[in-house]
Structures are given as structure tokens and as C-alpha cells.
């Protein structure tokens, strides 16, 4: 079956750190860039960071720069984004999706179910 | 503020037809960037519904149709059932953010 799966979620004080991962299954994940989404509770969709498939193009949405870093293994057909310096408004539900273009971001036609990072003390 | 903009809501009848606009600028959707859809039941995670303006996945009903023009698309949904009901998103990328953007969301509600 075609699908991705985050993990990695969890509760986190204000300026600590987390690291998401995305499992892929089903398809050939190398042959995608991959991006990482989030949605705040109750808000809409925000864009975080994209990869190509052999991480040599790597663009963030500005408010993510610096603080967020996203990576893939491809043997491990995983997707990750190291959080750091967290803050309240980076609680959200945060999703993977794979994207339909090989350099930069384009569509997204495949998204797990997400993963919910709380930011709170 | 989201840089492309929808309605918070529409609503309409079971068979009846909806719009739901999507509006940005010279920047996104008017410098010639695709706009794609995404259709999000409650409690679940977002799926595309459109890509490429007019570009419907395998699997999406032929009762749902997009349309660009200038600044704007459109995604109209005719035959409205119940299991529209959901929140729809437009997305496109702002060469002035160097972003992906996404539009606020509309909220359809089956009447």
C-alpha cells in the first residue's frame, strides 16, 4: 500500500527541540521530493519545507529557516525535520507530503495522517 | 492573512452546484503559477483534489472542475452530496515570498 507515516510527536517545552519522522511504503521513495506541512489548531495549511529525492535542493518557508531543518535517508525510505528553538506558535499537526516535482516545490498528491506537536511549558 | 484568499464558508443544497474562489496576485496565480486544491474531511489529513488548474487525480468525481483566470481559480463542485462536506484549500507558490502558499480554507456545508 502507498502511504507515508509520521512519528515523533509529542509535547515539548518552549525552546527545546524535536525530530519528526516520516516512514514511506508502497512506492519508490527516492524517486520524490518529499515536504513537510503543518496545520495550527484550528487554522489552515502552511507550508514548512521541501527536499528533492537526493536532498541536493532544499528550500523553507521563512518563518522555519534556521530553526528547522529537513533531511531524508533514502535507505530507510525516511523523511525527518529537526525542530529546534521551538516556539507556541509552532504547535501544530505536522504532515509529510510528496510532491509531483523533482525541483522545487509543485503538488502535493500523497500526505500521511500527521503528526501533533504541542509547544508549551 | 493568508496570501491567496477564500471564503470562510460556502453552502448549498444535496445536487445543487458551489463555488469556491480563490484569489491572489500578480506575484502567484497571476505570474502564471498552478493552483491545486485539496479537499480535507474532519479529523483527517488533507488529499488532493486538483492539480495543475484543471487537472482532476484518479479517483476525484468528474463533479469536481477547476478553472483559472487572470488572478483567480475557481473550483466549482456540481451534484453536491453529502460527503463534500469539508474544508477546501487552494495552493499555489508567491515568487515574491519564494513560497508555497496556501489559501485560508472554505469550509462546505452540505445544507
Known amino acids: 500500500e502507498v502511504q507515508l507515516v509520521e512519528s515523533g510527536g509529542g509535547l515539548v517545552q518552549p525552546g527545546g527541540s524535536l525530530r519528526l519522522s516520516c516512514a514511506a511504503s508502497?512506492?519508490?521513495?527516492?524517486?520524490?521530493?518529499m515536504n513537510w506541512v503543518r496545520q495550527a489548531p484550528g487554522k489552515g495549511l502552511e507550508w514548512v519545507s521541501y527536499?528533492?529525492?537526493?536532498?541536493?535542493?532544499?528550500y523553507y518557508a521563512d518563518s522555519m529557516r534556521g530553526r528547522f531543518t529537513i533531511s531524508r535517508d533514502n535507505a530507510k525510505n525516511s523523511l525527518y525535520l529537526q525542530m529546534n528553538s521551538l516556539r507556541a506558535e509552532d504547535t501544530a499537526v505536522y504532515y509529510c507530503?510528496?510532491?509531483?516535482?523533482?525541483?522545487?516545490?509543485?503538488?502535493?498528491?500523497?500526505w500521511g495522517q500527521g503528526t501533533p506537536v504541542t509547544v508549551s511549558s | 492573512q493568508s496570501v491567496l484568499t477564500q471564503p470562510p464558508s460556502v453552502s448549498g443544497a444535496p445536487g445543487q452546484r458551489v463555488t469556491i474562489s480563490c484569489t491572489g496576485s500578480?506575484?502567484?496565480?497571476?505570474?502564471?503559477?498552478?493552483v491545486h486544491w485539496y479537499q480535507q474531511l474532519p479529523g483527517t489529513a488533507p488529499k488532493l483534489l486538483m492539480y495543475g488548474n484543471i487537472n482532476r487525480p484518479s479517483g476525484v468525481p468528474d463533479r469536481f472542475s477547476g478553472s483559472k483566470s487572470g488572478t483567480s481559480a475557481s473550483l466549482a463542485i456540481t451534484g453536491l452530496q453529502a460527503e463534500d462536506e469539508a474544508d477546501y484549500y487552494c495552493q499555489s507558490y508567491d515568487t515574491s515570498l519564494s513560497d508555497v502558499v496556501f489559501g485560508g480554507g472554505t469550509k462546505l456545508t452540505v445544507l
Open positions: 527536499i528533492s529525492g537526493a536532498s541536493n535542493i532544499i
Open positions: 507530503a510528496r510532491d509531483r516535482d523533482k525541483y522545487s516545490p509543485y503538488y502535493f498528491d500523497l
Open positions: 508502497g512506492f519508490t521513495f527516492s524517486d520524490y521530493s
Open positions: 500578480s506575484s502567484n496565480i497571476g505570474a502564471g503559477y498552478d
